[in-house]
């Protein structure tokens, strides 16, 4: 356990001790806090400070192509400003299978604990796929997703840092989001967005 935590560190630099055990609990090794906290500490393991740019680590395997519906889904978030000035964002779940939006999560936040949240409203709906791809922002890295993604044994997969292609299906649906809807909300139908807003509040 003490060397799989080592390298779980040296994978996850981002990650403290608390996170990492929701990764050991993954491979079998459920050690209390206190142990765990306790070896962390005997290793010399810390979260680095920051330099530069973000760079976070994900998960490097290769990905194979769904061959079905409701196997693989991703995520991403999408930012805009209302004619209040407003900013929010939206939450958009995408099969890659089908090119389907599963769902859109407008507000103007979104943490870690809603989107686990809202995932677990649409696996009632729609069932539960075997692999989530996302970045590796803040909300999507939190210890809520990791603890969601343990308990219901489903595989999340992080692509590389500054590589938003790795993740191709659901940024090109954010495009036609942002071309076909936002656009017009906002700028020609100010009535409408003003009503987004009120929605919002």
């Given at each position: 356990?003490?060397?799989?935590?080592?390298?779980?560190?040296?994978?996850?630099?981002?990650?403290?001790?608390?996170?990492?055990?929701?990764?050991?609990?993954?491979?079998?090794?459920?050690?209390?806090?206190?142990?765990?906290?306790?070896?962390?500490?005997?290793?010399?393991?810390?979260?680095?400070?920051?330099?530069?740019?973000?760079?976070?680590?994900?998960?490097?395997?290769?990905?194979?192509?769904?061959?079905?519906?409701?196997?693989?889904?991703?995520?991403?978030?999408?930012?805009?400003?209302?004619?209040?000035?407003?900013?929010?964002?939206?939450?958009?779940?995408?099969?890659?299978?089908?090119?389907?939006?599963?769902?859109?999560?407008?507000?103007?936040?979104?943490?870690?604990?809603?989107?686990?949240?809202?995932?677990?409203?649409?696996?009632?709906?729609?069932?539960?796929?075997?692999?989530?791809?996302?970045?590796?922002?803040?909300?999507?890295?939190?210890?809520a997703i990791l603890r969601?993604?343990?308990?219901?044994?489903?595989?999340?997969?992080?692509?590389?840092?500054?590589?938003?292609?790795?993740?191709?299906?659901?940024?090109?649906?954010?495009?036609?989001?942002?071309?076909?809807?936002?656009?017009?909300?906002?700028?020609?139908?100010?009535?409408?967005?003003?009503?987004?807003?009120?929605?919002?509040?």
């Amino acid at each position: 356990m003490r060397a799989r935590l080592r390298e779980l560190a040296a994978e996850r630099r981002r990650f403290g001790y608390r996170r990492l055990g929701y990764l050991l609990a993954r491979e079998g090794m459920t050690p209390n806090h206190k142990k765990l906290l306790r070896i962390y500490r005997e290793e010399n393991l810390r979260v680095r400070r920051r330099g530069g740019r973000k760079r976070a680590l994900g998960t490097r395997s290769p990905m194979v192509l769904p061959d079905g519906p409701n196997q693989r889904g991703s995520l991403d978030f999408v930012s805009d400003t209302l004619t209040c000035n407003r900013r929010f964002r939206i939450l958009c779940v995408v099969d890659d299978y089908t090119r389907e939006c599963l769902a859109l999560v407008a507000d103007t936040s979104l943490s870690g604990v809603r989107v686990a949240r809202e995932l677990t409203l649409l696996i009632g709906m729609r069932g539960k796929p075997h692999t989530v791809v996302s970045d590796n922002g803040t909300e999507l890295t939190s210890s809520a997703i990791l603890r969601w993604s343990q308990e219901r044994r489903v595989e999340w997969h992080y692509i590389a840092p500054g590589k938003p292609m790795q993740n191709g299906f659901v940024e090109s649906f954010n495009g036609r989001l942002r071309d076909e809807c936002l656009i017009h909300i906002a700028g020609a139908c100010p009535v409408r967005a003003r009503c987004l807003a009120a929605q919002l509040q």
